[in-house]
């Protein structure tokens, strides 16, 4: 099932990929921005409307309907952003792309430049990625100067400056509104929405934020066509293919690329990832970066995508896939994840701010055996006073999975707190 | 007229105002911390999330527009059970220490609390604290009764026109605080104090003083400059403790500037002559005003009033000056090097002008003229002024003096006649938009104070002849 099909990207995660060079001669290169830049916008939208792409960054929103949220007639600068940041933990699979294909991004920028009528467009790189940022650059330099970037691109008067602007390490600018304050050199804190970005983003214009997996995919759809992609997906509403990163506990960890809802998750450890670290038993799966709810080792028979997962109650996100083994102590990982949060909360709306580090208190409390029998139901309490009133995602990010994880593995947290001790050690 | 439900209720609206403003409209009280109408809306506190039919979520009501046909439960289980969450989680780190705050009793946390939040605390860990820098003479900063609104921040930005507070570190650790710990620069920091929901922020000047309970509030205008700003004056036993600003949306909308703020402390002052003066000591109202008739007799006198004296003194003396004074000239006074009202202007982009007298251009209108240079033949001076008017330079002319004064001046007059400030007596007074506004009686006036049209009454009724006549 899963020899028989050719992959969009993994195939040319090599060292030799990354220059123009190679880009033009075995990916087709840019010939993607040339044919889409002779197409009427609406054409382009509608083509990725039809490819069934859906963003790649985690809340999985079909691309071509965001596209068509900008507004046609605004006087305003339109403005195309890539969100490079990927902070969610767990995520490493635009740094590859970003690392071998720079090409196809700028590629895939170009054509979402000229989709929704933008001249400018940022990469908005995370500050830790200091090597992709080099390479991206380069890149940017070889198709500035070969005319892929630029004035007048390919002779179709269109012009496109594409700039690399670089994070300072805050999990927060991965949200959009948040990228955007960042990239206006404001603090990495997120807006009130609405107005949206494609209303109001980027220093005040029409905006559209994509993720780099998901531009990135755009080159294909425009020259094998929007139905072509739509079809590589296994499943419905969601075409293409999707890169999963997958760690923890198993014997090969690494991005996969796989078409999209070709698997369940259990092929996908078991099969494609070669089983658990050490024959173990499985514990846990975090099924798409640290944010989604946890699903134990009976509920890992589920295709993962994005539908069916949301049907069992987590999220393909960001596809984050990771792996616990039975021997690792779920409530130290639970507090782990917390910490990330209560560190990441950006401080500006109050359940966030306080119920973050709340959370952290009373889980550190149980982690050390110090808990009380009454902790976890007020846990659970704290974590839904944040649930869906924060100004923004981060909120649910740091509740759900402690929901979760309270509520699947409460056995593990009653242990530590009648033994007053972590029962692993 | 566009229409929602709130509570069950139908409510009009005007498109594009938010579920805040309707609701209060209605008489419906949505709370919240981090919004303010004079201010952007960031929709930070959460507090004022409502249910809104048709939505999953709760929403935010500061950042949510009405819309036609919208059902809005401000009450519901679920509202408040996020309220009562809300206010938990404002709580947990807020030192409790209403007993010894400023705020308390006028605090919008301490007020919510009461009404939305849970009788019992949950936590357990220790509180948050900070330590906190000087942040200048106007205000005293506690940062541990913070709850993050960002209030200050954003008026420093969006009405003072400086941005000198702003928020430092992250998440739970986030700091309100001003740029390097640097002391405020604005002249409008005492809305800092007012627009601050917590004691987190209070007033230097007026720290320690009074409970807020105890405060007998009037509706007044600042003397303080042209302008004419709604403000509230606070006193308690005759003494002022502080005044704010009182919303006008044509005038100052919610802001006072710090001269405005603090120009009441001259009416307290203890350096104020409350008594009758005669050649520099107390003496009694009777033989003051004899005694005043006696050095202005047979001299050739100029009357200068004060551009902060009311409409209707004005017109008193108008009346009395004439028939008294014949012949003498009249001058109105107020801001040195600005004698006309003509040329008046904005001294700032925010609310200050440049006429340092509230009544310049009623007095104008009255018929008063600018004081420039006095005339050559004159040696003798009547100085009429409330407490604000600056006094022009009297170049030791023999001179009388009505009105405030205070005990640096007293040297400069041969007689004084103790009179009433804005906070003591009622009036008219008119801005430089020609906008007429009433100022209040806030206290009685101390000591032996007079308010002008009675000591007029005894200069006409006295059995001395008139100074000049």
């Not at chain 1, 960054?57 to 006087?75: D, V």
């Not at chain 1, 005319?147 to 400056?161: E, P, R």
């Not at chain 2, 041969?414 to 506004?437: C, H, M, R, W």
Request: neutral net charge.
């Amino acid at each position: 099932m899963l020899d028989e099909f050719e992959t969009l990207f993994i195939q040319h995660f090599n060292d030799n990929a990354r220059s123009l060079a190679y880009y033009l001669e075995k990916m087709q290169g840019y010939t993607a921005s040339k044919k889409a830049l002779a197409m009427p916008q609406d054409e382009v939208i509608s083509e990725v409307k039809k490819s069934n792409l859906r963003g790649r960054g985690g809340a999985g929103f079909p691309t071509g309907m965001k596209w068509g949220f900008i507004p046609k007639n605004s006087t305003k600068p339109k403005y195309l952003v890539c969100n490079a940041d990927e902070s969610e933990p767990g995520t490493f699979k635009d740094r590859d792309i970003m690392r071998y294909t720079p090409h196809l991004l700028i590629d895939g920028m170009v054509i979402g430049a000229h989709a929704i009528g933008a001249n400018t467009g940022y990469i908005y790189i995370r500050g830790e990625y200091t090597r992709e940022a080099k390479l991206l650059q380069v890149a940017i330099d070889e198709a500035y100067s070969k005319g892929y970037l630029g004035k007048n691109i390919q002779g179709s008067k269109f012009d496109f400056d594409l700039t690399v602007h670089r994070g300072a390490g805050a999990y927060i600018c991965g949200e959009e509104t948040g990228l955007l304050n960042s990239l206006e050199g404001k603090r990495g804190e997120p807006r009130v929405k609405p107005p949206f970005p494609a209303q109001s983003g980027a220093f005040g214009g029409p905006t559209i934020v994509n993720n780099v997996e998901t531009l990135a995919g755009i080159p294909y759809i425009i020259n094998r066509g929007g139905e072509w992609f739509s079809k590589l997906g296994k499943i419905e509403k969601s075409g293409g293919t999707r890169l999963f990163c997958v760690s923890g506990h198993v014997k090969k960890p690494g991005v996969y690329e796989l078409p999209a809802g070709s698997v369940t998750l259990r092929q996908l450890v078991y099969g494609t990832c070669g089983g658990i670290l050490g024959d173990k038993k499985l514990k846990a799966v975090i099924p798409g970066g640290s944010s989604a709810p946890v699903l134990t080792a009976d509920e890992i028979d589920v295709i993962v995508d994005i539908e069916p997962l949301m049907k069992i109650g987590t999220m393909l996100g960001s596809a984050g896939i990771i792996v616990v083994s039975e021997d690792y102590c779920i409530v130290k990982l639970i507090r782990r994840i917390t910490r990330f949060y209560e560190h990441e909360s950006c401080g500006q709306c109050t359940p966030c701010r306080e119920g973050c580090r709340w959370m952290e208190d009373i889980l550190d409390r149980i982690e050390r055996g110090k808990g009380r029998e009454q902790d976890l139901a007020l846990l659970l309490e704290v974590a839904d006073n944040m649930s869906g009133k924060t100004l923004c995602a981060l909120g649910d990010a740091a509740a759900g999975p402690v929901i979760s994880f309270v509520k699947k593995f409460r056995a593990d947290f009653e242990a530590h707190i009648r033994g007053a001790k972590c029962p692993n050690v | 007229m566009s229409k929602c439900i709130i509570d069950g209720r139908e409510v009009e609206f005007t498109p594009g105002q938010n579920l805040i403003e309707v609701a209060k409209k209605a008489g419906i009280d949505i709370p919240f911390f981090c919004y303010h109408p004079g201010l952007s809306v960031v929709a930070q506190c959460r507090m004022c999330a409502v249910e809104i039919e048709k939505m999953p979520k709760l929403q935010t009501a500061c950042s949510t527009v009405a819309a036609e046909g919208m059902v809005v439960k401000t009450k519901s289980p679920r509202t408040a059970q996020n309220q009562k969450a809300v206010m938990e989680f404002l709580l947990i780190n807020h030192p409790l220490d209403c007993p010894i705050c400023d705020k308390s009793g006028e605090c919008d946390l301490q007020d919510n609390s009461y009404r939305h939040g849970d009788l019992y605390s949950r936590y357990t860990e220790e509180r948050r604290t900070y330590l906190d820098l000087d942040m200048g003479p106007v205000i005293q900063k506690n940062m541990n009764r913070c709850i993050h609104c960002t209030r200050c921040i954003r008026f420093g930005d969006e009405i003072a026109g400086i941005r000198e507070m702003v928020a430092l570190q992250r998440g739970n650790n986030t700091q309100i605080s001003t740029v390097d710990g640097r002391a405020l620069e604005t002249d409008y920091a005492g809305n800092y104090a007012d627009i601050c929901p917590t004691g987190s922020l209070t007033v230097k000047d007026f720290r320690f003083k009074k409970r807020v309970w105890f405060l007998k509030k009037t509706s007044t205008v600042c003397e303080g400059c042209s302008r004419g700003c709604n403000m509230e004056i606070h006193q308690d036993a005759n003494v002022i403790y502080r005044c704010i600003p009182r919303e006008n949306m044509q005038i100052n909308k919610y802001w006072l500037c710090d001269e405005g703020r603090f120009n009441f402390q001259y009416v307290n002052d203890e350096n104020r002559v409350v008594a009758p003066m005669v050649n520099h000591s107390v003496s009694d109202w009777g033989l003051s005003i004899d005694q005043a008739k006696k050095v202005l007799m047979g001299k050739k006198i100029a009357v200068l009033v004060g551009s902060d004296l009311t409409q209707e003194e004005g017109s008193h003396l108008l009346e009395f000056l004439p028939k008294h004074f014949p012949g003498s000239p009249i001058f109105h006074f107020g801001t040195p090097g600005l004698n006309t009202a003509e040329k008046d202007g904005d001294a700032d982009r925010i609310l200050k002008r440049k006429s340092k007298t509230s009544n310049l251009h009623g007095l104008e209108k009255l018929g008063f003229q600018g004081f420039d240079k006095m005339p050559k033949e004159i040696n003798a001076v009547l100085v009429i002024r409330g407490g604000r008017a600056i006094l022009p330079d009297l170049k030791g002319l023999v001179a009388v003096g009505l009105g405030v004064f205070m005990a640096p001046q007293v040297e400069e007059f041969s007689v004084i006649l103790p009179g009433t400030s804005f906070a003591e007596k009622d009036g008219t007074i008119v801005n430089y938009e020609g906008q007429a506004q009433r100022i209040r009686r806030a206290i009685l006036p101390p000591g032996q104070c007079k308010g002008l049209s009675e000591v007029l009454m005894m200069w006409v009724n006295s059995k001395s002849s008139s100074g000049a006549a």
